[in-house]
């Protein structure tokens, strides 16, 4: 354990040495010489050897030997050299980092969205690749609990999602619309149907994303305002998983219309004319207010609302096959 006089002196070291002191230092040792590191950093010999001088009081150990009239390190110095070079590379590689940040055209983007969003993000990111491909760009597709908590831990630029949490210090911009749909295997008895109750929907088997899925959240709050409750059959944790099991014949189910190509275009599966659908959520794009944004993360910003904001769908209908027809 450390002794009093020495946690005192810890703290006076801390407190003590410069990075003017350690510059000083590593020229005296590069030069061997004073008076060349003098004419190096633009200074006076009498001014190096004080800042070497307060230099070696402050650690309390001479860092310099003469011998045969030539400049040495002693064993404190050599140490103090190796510190000298580890201080200075991290110092360059924060202002190389610093350069790339204020760089529109380099750097890193980390954003996290709801799995959803997968069959949106990556066919947006296409072009905005080919404007700037020397940005990295990290994705991650999570469910809106798992979301909420890399919020809380600030582990993302910024983040998309349906329901942003309401707090005051989240600033929040519009991305783009999702509908949900209420969809079923092609052959299935409703699908002639040119309306379809919502008590009807309850008598089905239904199966569901997972707990903490922003499509499960969005139907039960529907059936909530109705005073109805869900029937759920089987419970998946993915929107492919869950539209094999429509497939499989296993049940009906509610997605997002953009998660059902190709299985619309090729009439595996049918959107059914339900009472209270299309549920039309909007994804949001939320972050920190206080958080800095740098000029990527900017760009990237502007760059998806631009494409998306305003697409939303205002002619949703139903063909006469009770299939989805877009906008």
């Excluded at 030069?31 to 004080?50: D, K």
């Excluded at 009807?200 to 499960?216: C, K, N, P």
């Excluded at 049940?251 to 339900?274: A, F, R, Y």
Aim: proline share 4%; with cysteine.
């Amino acid at each position: 354990m450390d002794s009093y006089l020495d946690l005192i002196h810890r703290d006076s070291l801390l407190n003590s040495l410069s990075l003017e002191h350690l510059r000083i230092f590593e020229a005296t040792v590069r030069h061997r010489s004073f008076t060349r590191a003098a004419a190096e950093l633009f200074t006076t010999q009498p001014s190096v050897s004080r800042h070497i001088k307060q230099l070696t009081e402050t650690i309390g150990l001479p860092l310099f030997e003469y011998v045969d009239n030539r400049i040495h390190l002693t064993k404190t110095g050599e140490e103090l050299l190796v510190i000298y070079q580890e201080i200075f590379q991290h110092l360059e590689n924060f202002e190389n980092k610093v350069i790339d940040l204020k760089d529109i055209k380099h750097g890193q983007l980390k954003v996290s969205a709801v799995k959803t969003t997968k069959y949106v993000i990556p066919k947006l990111l296409l072009p905005f690749c080919e404007l700037y491909p020397d940005i990295k760009i990290s994705l991650e597709f999570t469910n809106h609990e798992a979301l909420l908590t890399r919020i809380q831990k600030n582990l993302d630029d910024f983040y998309i999602l349906g329901y942003p949490p309401t707090k005051e210090d989240m600033e929040v911009k519009p991305f783009l619309d999702n509908f949900l749909v209420v969809v079923a295997p092609s052959n299935h008895p409703l699908i002639n149907k040119s309306h379809i109750s919502l008590e009807s929907l309850a008598a089905e088997q239904l199966i569901m994303r997972e707990q903490g899925s922003e499509t499960r959240m969005a139907v039960e709050m529907l059936f909530a305002e109705h005073g109805m409750k869900m029937q759920i059959k089987l419970e998946v944790n993915s929107n492919n998983a869950t539209k094999q099991a429509v497939l499989g014949g296993l049940g009906i189910t509610v997605l997002s219309i953009h998660s059902l190509n190709p299985e619309l275009q090729q009439n595996q599966l049918s959107v059914l004319n339900v009472e209270g659908f299309p549920i039309i959520q909007q994804w949001k794009i939320i972050y920190h207010k206080n958080k800095w944004l740098s000029p990527i993360v900017n760009t990237f910003l502007e760059y998806l609302q631009k494409e998306c904001v305003g697409n939303r769908c205002e002619n949703f209908s139903l063909s006469p096959n009770n299939s989805f027809k877009s906008c």
